[in-house]
């Protein structure tokens, strides 16, 4: 999946928490948020009310992040619920990356086919 199709199905999709979401379609939507998040700052850092710009964007990529945060563990063949692992410093954090990470199983599993 190409950078352009990321964002579309990420916001498209923003809150299908059933389903797929591969590999290529998480890292480059988390990617462009960030991107996205960092020059939002940039250019906000010495602005009145730059907060409140900061605040709206962090609203309106909460949803979709989500979204695709379920979408990539069912990916995995992981229930959902592993994201309470993210709670835990640190080590919770790296076992959330390291299942974004993996492959996800082939063919249809319990969340449905693959993403293609």
């Known amino acids: 999946m190409s950078f352009g199709e990321a964002i579309k199905s990420g916001f498209s999709n923003y809150v299908k928490f059933n389903g797929r979401a591969s590999r290529s379609e998480f890292w480059w939507f988390v990617l462009f948020t960030y991107v996205v998040g960092f020059i939002i700052s940039l ?23 989500f979204g695709l945060y379920f979408r990539r563990l ?3 063949d992981h229930s959902a619920w592993w994201l309470l692992i993210g709670l835990i410093p640190l080590v919770g954090q790296i076992v959330l990356i390291v299942f974004w990470a ?3 199983t082939p ?6 086919p693959p993403v293609i």
């Open 107 to 112: 063919g249809d599993n319990k969340y449905g």
């Open 43 to 65: 250019l906000t850092s010495s602005m009145d009310g730059g907060t409140y710009i900061t605040l709206i964007w962090t609203l309106a990529i909460f949803l979709p992040l």
């Open 102 to 104: 993996t492959k996800g």
């Open 74 to 76: 069912h990916d995995a």
